[in-house]
């Protein structure tokens, strides 16, 4: 046997998963069990100093969600990963340890819908607060980083506007801030981009998307670099002070590079319980068995739709990072070179009630606001995902009146084509 680092296709079914010990079972087993009955006392006194790591309770740990959690460590090239109910959880989750009332986190202006939402106005209620800034003006991101400042937050693949973020320049500025970056992952997964290898300390996941791939699940992740220095200076007291609730503990002196890790469990998972369930952990872990699979055929079944729209005479234009007409087309050989992804936005020149008239006339396309299914997706943001944003803040993410956003399934190309086609012909006739 040679030493050699397996590869993607090996990690994405092996890593995290091992025959059950108790049964031999070779798929990973669904766990729907609450509790996990303790050898003896001093065994759950030592769970419960986290002297010892083991099963206690499915709030904080199920060894279902444990091996999900590996496996995606394993294929982001981090050091641990901490499962959550969803991708807006796992957001919450990543930024509640860093985050205190008056901080602040940096984030670029072309996100989710969802996620501007949720840091424009629900992080509020926590006392944090969001500063927006255009992730392609370096110096206006640098200079929105201030003493306050505790993440820097972006998408490395955009929702939805095709636009890929120059991830290593944002590293750059963050590290010189001492401030850790959280890059949402869940466009590309860590098949076409692997954040930390550009310099990211956190990466999130929506996993409901093209990690499950398949439409079944609401899940998220976070993937710990290990890398992050908490103790630099005193701008991260959970993980580098005394922790009350653990009789003194020192994430960052006890765990090391998996502070953030134990941390998220045992004070995140614990107190504000986000949870991954069992069952979904394992749609999920059998998702990622075939995500290089489905991932190429997401990225060249992309292309084709992509360049058909860029031709057609009724499209205004075609924003997919993976079509050489693009301005970040450059980016995607260094930050995604096996592909874009599935997921871009289309405008049609006839406007807003042509967009609403082409997606009640599809017919294969199915109309609902998720990404990364098997299916291919349609949707008007506008209208619908991007729905509570101001106009200017819809242009400024890439949705605006008169876009369409697709995120193309794994169908035959050409069958999409037509379908496109014919519905196009009704929208603007
Ligand atoms: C869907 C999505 C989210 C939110 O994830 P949920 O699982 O729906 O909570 C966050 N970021 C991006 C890029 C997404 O596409």
Not at 27 to 45: K, L, N
Request: proline share 4%.
């Amino acid at each position: 046997m040679s030493e050699k680092t397996p590869g993607f296709d090996t990690l994405q079914i092996h890593a995290g998963a091992r025959p059950d010990p108790a049964t031999g079972a070779r798929q990973v087993p669904i766990y729907q069990s609450t509790a996990f009955v303790f050898r003896d006392a001093d065994h759950a006194a030592a769970l419960f100093n986290l002297q010892e790591v083991g099963y206690i309770y499915s709030r904080l740990t199920n060894p279902t969600v444990a091996a999900l959690q590996e496996r995606m460590a394993t294929l982001e090239g981090g050091a641990g990963a901490i499962c959550c109910s969803s991708g807006h959880a796992a957001q919450i989750m990543a930024l509640f340890p860093l985050m205190g009332p008056g901080l602040n986190v940096v984030a670029s202006n072309r996100l989710y819908g969802g996620t501007v939402t949720q840091f424009s106005h629900t992080i509020k209620r926590f006392g944090w607060s969001a500063k927006f800034v255009d992730f392609d003006d370096m110096d206006a991101v640098a200079a929105a980083i201030d003493d306050n400042t505790r993440a820097v937050f972006c998408e490395s693949i955009a929702n939805p506007g095709g636009y890929i973020t120059d991830l290593d320049a944002i590293a750059a500025i963050s590290d010189r801030a001492g401030v850790p970056l959280i890059v949402d992952n869940t466009t590309a997964t860590p098949y076409l981009c692997r954040p930390i290898e550009h310099g990211a300390t956190l990466v999130v996941h929506s996993m409901t998307k093209y990690l499950t791939g398949n439409g079944t699940v609401t899940g998220g992740v976070i993937v710990d670099s290990g890398k992050f220095d908490w103790s630099a200076n005193d701008k991260f007291p959970a993980l580098s002070q005394p922790e009350p609730a653990y009789h003194g503990l020192k994430f960052h002196e006890t765990f090391g590079p998996l502070a953030f890790t134990f941390n998220a469990i045992a004070i995140g998972l614990r107190d504000l319980g986000m949870t991954l369930n069992a069952q979904a952990a394992h749609y999920t872990l059998m998702g990622i068995e075939t995500l290089s699979l489905r991932m190429e055929k997401h990225c060249s079944n992309a292309v084709k739709v992509a360049q058909w729209l860029e031709r057609d005479e009724r499209v205004a234009y075609v924003t997919y990072a993976g079509l050489p007409s693009s301005p970040y087309y450059d980016r995607v050989n260094r930050i995604c070179p096996k592909g874009a992804s599935s997921l871009f936005t289309f405008s049609l020149k006839a406007g807003y009630e042509a967009c609403v008239k082409l997606i009640d006339s599809v017919n294969l396309f199915s109309h609902v606001a998720n990404l990364g299914d098997t299916r291919s997706l349609i949707i008007h943001s506008a209208s619908t995902t991007h729905r509570q944003l101001t106009e200017a803040q819809q242009i400024a993410a890439g949705a605006a009146p008169d876009v369409v956003r697709l995120s193309i399934g794994l169908e035959d190309a050409d069958d999409l084509i037509a379908d496109l086609d014919q519905a196009l012909s009704k929208a603007c006739a």
